[in-house]
């Protein structure tokens, strides 16, 4: 499906794609990176993906990267990887609101980057990387949230993923996303 996915925060929600990918060989080359040295130790250790020591080194020559890492985090992240994206990746997010992730991205101008917000309605009351597991997704709603310039191949491409790892897609806008979210 890919030709090399990268993983960014790599607790629950990251860790079960990892796992999730691998099982479904999504990937001819799956990259991981956590801040944590310890959650990179056990996902070296236990999963079999590359596991980077530097994040922009990660994200190099990636068709697919995912922040899986919390809201708080991702403008860091974001300003730490903007140079190193490829032209035309899909940039995705597991995060659960969308507006504000969607202004810090314009901000950015990341004109040569499909943004395609993913907010996958799973999780279990567990947290860290040994919790995740690769049936995490299935039988589980995923809203995909895109801008109108956004080209529809590649909003396919990320519905396709999702549907690859058992989950049911739905497409709404940032702003309709986090108006049904907030009534949850």
């Known amino acids: 499906m890919f030709n090399k996915i990268t993983i960014i925060?790599?607790?629950?929600?990251?860790?079960?794609?990892?796992?999730?990918?691998?099982r479904k060989k999504l990937s001819t080359?799956?990259?991981?990176?956590?801040?944590?040295k310890e959650v990179g130790s056990f996902?070296?250790?236990?999963?079999s993906v590359n596991v980077?020591?530097?994040?922009?080194?990660?994200?190099?020559?990636?068709?697919?990267?995912?922040?899986?890492a919390p809201l708080s985090s991702y403008k860091e992240i974001l300003l730490s990887i903007k140079n190193d994206l490829k032209n035309n990746v899909i940039l995705t997010d597991t995060g659960s609101a969308k507006k504000e992730v969607n202004t810090i991205i314009s901000n950015l101008n990341l004109k040569h980057v499909n943004w395609i917000a993913s907010h996958p309605i799973a999780g279990t009351e567990f947290s860290g990387p040994e919790a995740g597991f690769a049936e995490l997704f299935e039988k589980r709603w995923c809203i995909l949230s895109a801008d109108k310039n956004i080209p529809k191949e590649e909003i396919q491409k990320l519905e396709k993923f999702w549907v690859s790892l058992g989950s049911k897609v739905k497409l709404m806008s940032f702003e309709h996303?986090?108006?049904v979210l907030s009534l949850t």
Request: glycine share 6%; proline share 0%.
């Open 9 to 22: 925060g790599c607790g629950l929600i990251g860790s079960s794609l990892l796992r999730a990918i691998n």
């Open 52 to 68: 980077c020591n530097d994040i922009n080194d990660s994200v190099k020559d990636s068709d697919l990267v995912i922040i899986s």
């Open 29 to 36: 080359k799956i990259n991981a990176f956590d801040k944590s």
């Open 177 to 179: 996303h986090d108006y």
């Open 43 to 47: 996902i070296k250790n236990n999963l």
